[in-house]
DNA sequence: CGACGATGTAAGCACGCGCTTACATAACGA
DNA sequence: TCGTTATGTAAGCGCGTGCTTACATCGTCG
C-alpha cells in the first residue's frame, strides 16, 4: 500500500470512475463513449474493461457511488433541501453532479440502471412519505421526487435560464414552500 | 388527390411521422433506429431518407409537430391544467405521447432540437409568467415547467408507481394548489 | 400505347461503437 | 537474480448504425 507508485490499480479505477461521472452526466449513457471516458481519465481503453468489465457495468459502479453519497444524509424533513443546496451549488465540480439525470435519459432496456435508480427513488420516497399523513402520502412523494428531477434535468440538460443562475437560496425556498402544500412536515428552511 | 392509393407518398409520410413519434418517445433519439422505425410504419427504409432527409430532421419533424398541438391551447390559466390532462390521460395512443422526454433525453449536441425545445419552452414560459406580479416570474414559471417535464419523465420513462396509476384528477388537484403557492393566478381547477 | 416522373424495394457501404487479444514492462517476493 | 503477477499498451475484430445506390413498378397524361 505504498503511495504514488507509477502503476496504482486505485488510482486508476478512481480516474475512471471520475470520468465516467461527468461525461454520463453531461451527455447520457448512450452517447459517452468508452474511448472519450478513457482519454479524459488519461488511462488505457482496455484497462476500463479489465477493471470494470463492461460500460454498463461502470455506469453501475458510478451510480451505487453516487446513490451512496446522495441518500446517507440527515433527518427526512431536511433531506428536501439537502438534496436542492446540493444539486443548486455551483461550486460542485462537474464529475460530482449526479448521473442520476443520465439514468433518468438510458431507458428502460437496462435492469441493472432501473433496479438502482428505483431502489434510490424507494430511499427518497420512504424519507418523503413521513412527512404527511395524508392517505395518498405515496403519491404526493412521487410528485415532489419528479420536481427534483425535473429540476435537475432542465438544469443540466437544458441549461435553463434563468433557473441555472438564479440564487440558490430564493430556488429552494420556492420549491420547498410549494411542496409544503403536499407534505405538511416539511422543514421550509433552505439552509443546509 | 384520390384516397386509398396503393402508392401515397402522403400516408407514408404519416406513417413514418406516427412510428417515429412512437419510438422516439418510447427509447429516447439514439436507442430508436431508423430500421425500427420504418419497420413499424410499415415502410421501406429508404423512404424515410428520401421523405425526411435524416433521422435528426425526421425527430425535428415529430417535435414540431407535437409543439404545435401542445402550443395553441387556450387561455393562460388553463394551459397548466391542459398538459397534465393531457399527459395523464391514459387514453391516448403511444404514438401522440409528447417526445419532449425524448428531446431531453437527447442531450446538447443537437442545435435545432435544442431551438425548438427551447421555443416550446418560451411559449410555455410566457403563459406562466403572465399568471404571476412576483419580480422573478420568469424563475418561477422556470420551476413549474421543471415539474411538469419531470411528472412526464417520471411516469414515461421510469413508469414510476403510484405515479402511472394514480387519479389523473387527483394528480392534477395536487400539482395545481402547490404550483398556485408560485402563480397566484393560476386556475387551480383540474377540469380541463 | 408509351414515356416519364413518382413511389417502392433490395442490397450494401463506411463508420464508430463496445469489446478482445497479444504483448510489453513494472513491481515484488523467494 | 529470476520468475511470477499486476499493470499498462497497441492493434484490430465484429457488429449495428445511418445513409446511399441501383433498380423495379405504379400512375398519369400526351
Chains 1, 2 share one sequence.
Do not use: C
Not at 507508485?5 to 465516467?20: F, I, P, Q, V
Amino acid at each position: 500500500m505504498t503511495e504514488a507508485r507509477r502503476r496504482d490499480a486505485n488510482a486508476t479505477k478512481a480516474a475512471l470512475l471520475r470520468a465516467a461521472g461527468e461525461l454520463f452526466t453531461e451527455r447520457g449513457f448512450d452517447r459517452a463513449t468508452v474511448r472519450d471516458i478513457a482519454d479524459l481519465a488519461g488511462v488505457n481503453q482496455s484497462l476500463l474493461f479489465r477493471y470494470f468489465g463492461s460500460k454498463e457495468e461502470l455506469f453501475h459502479a458510478v451510480l451505487a457511488i453516487q446513490t451512496r453519497e446522495l441518500v446517507a444524509e440527515s433527518p427526512a424533513e431536511k433531506v428536501l433541501a439537502r438534496t436542492l443546496a446540493r444539486m443548486l451549488d455551483e461550486k460542485r465540480d462537474p464529475s460530482s453532479q449526479s448521473s442520476w439525470y443520465a439514468a433518468l435519459r438510458s431507458s428502460g432496456h437496462d435492469s441493472a440502471a432501473d433496479a438502482i435508480r428505483k431502489q434510490l427513488g424507494e430511499d427518497y420516497i420512504r424519507a418523503l412519505i413521513s412527512l404527511t399523513d395524508a392517505e395518498d402520502a405515496d403519491l404526493r412523494a412521487d410528485l415532489v421526487l419528479a420536481w427534483v428531477l425535473g429540476l435537475g434535468m432542465l438544469r443540466s440538460v437544458v441549461g435553463k435560464k434563468p433557473l441555472v443562475d438564479a440564487d440558490p437560496q430564493r430556488v429552494a425556498k420556492h420549491v420547498l414552500s410549494a411542496a409544503a402544500t403536499l407534505l405538511e412536515r416539511l422543514d421550509t428552511d433552505p439552509a443546509s
